[in-house]
Nanobody
Framework: QVQLVESGGGLAQPGGSLRLSCAAS????????MGWYRQAPGKLRELVAG???????RYTDSVKGRFTISRDSAKNLIYLQMGSLKPEDTAVYYC????????????WGQGTQVIVSS
């Protein structure tokens, strides 16, 4: 059974930091690209940051220089270090695992809430 379990969300002040974690089980971690997505109320889910199997990273423009994604293949974990938080970062953050070679598969976590407010 595949599970992606996010943790680390919560309330942060503007300018503050949070670190999200996503623990993956039930998959061959090295076969999957991993990513963090977010969905704010009334908005579509969007990619925040991704890390490929090979370790290449990409970020949406609004978080470049503030967020860092990383993966620990020994522990089947990915992280999202978030800094200089802004109220507009408020959203539910989801972890996604995506296998882009046959058989193509993707899985989502249940999400973790991040609220940035003073």
């Amino acid at each position: 059974q595949v599970q992606l379990v996010e943790s680390g969300g919560g309330l942060a002040q503007p300018g503050g930091s949070l670190r999200l974690s996503c623990a993956a089980s039930g998959i061959i971690f090295s076969d999957y690209d991993m990513g963090w997505y977010r969905q704010a109320p009334g908005k579509l889910r969007e990619l925040v940051a991704g890390v490929t199997r090979g370790g290449s990273t990409r970020y949406t423009d609004s978080v470049k220089g503030r967020f860092t994604i990383s993966r620990d293949s020994a522990k089947n974990l990915i992280y999202l270090q978030m800094g200089s938080l802004k109220p507009e970062d408020t959203a539910v953050y989801y972890c996604k695992a995506e296998r882009k070679v046959v058989p193509i598969r993707y899985y989502w976590g249940q999400g973790t809430q991040v609220i940035v407010s003073s």
